[in-house]
């Protein structure tokens, strides 16, 4: 019967790192779609290159507070 101790050999190999950079990727790319679909919504007056400026703004600041 296990006493709640188990080696470390036997789980999966599981990189840290690796699975940390595809979970912000992951968020980035979701908030991004968000982040369109709101302007979309809430700003269907914004012209092309507003539009863009803005989403470039918002990718810019999720960056930032992703690192």
Do not use: I
Not at 21 to 48: I, N, T, V, W
């Amino acid at each position: 019967m296990s006493d709640g101790n188990f080696n470390r050999a036997l789980l999966p190999h599981t990189p840290y790192q690796s699975g940390l950079q595809a979970g912000k990727s992951m968020c980035r790319m979701h908030a991004l779609e968000a982040f369109k679909d709101y302007l979309q919504k809430f700003h269907p007056d914004l012209d092309e290159e507003r539009f863009l400026e803005q989403l470039e703004d918002f990718r810019q600041l999720l960056s930032h507070r992703l690192k």
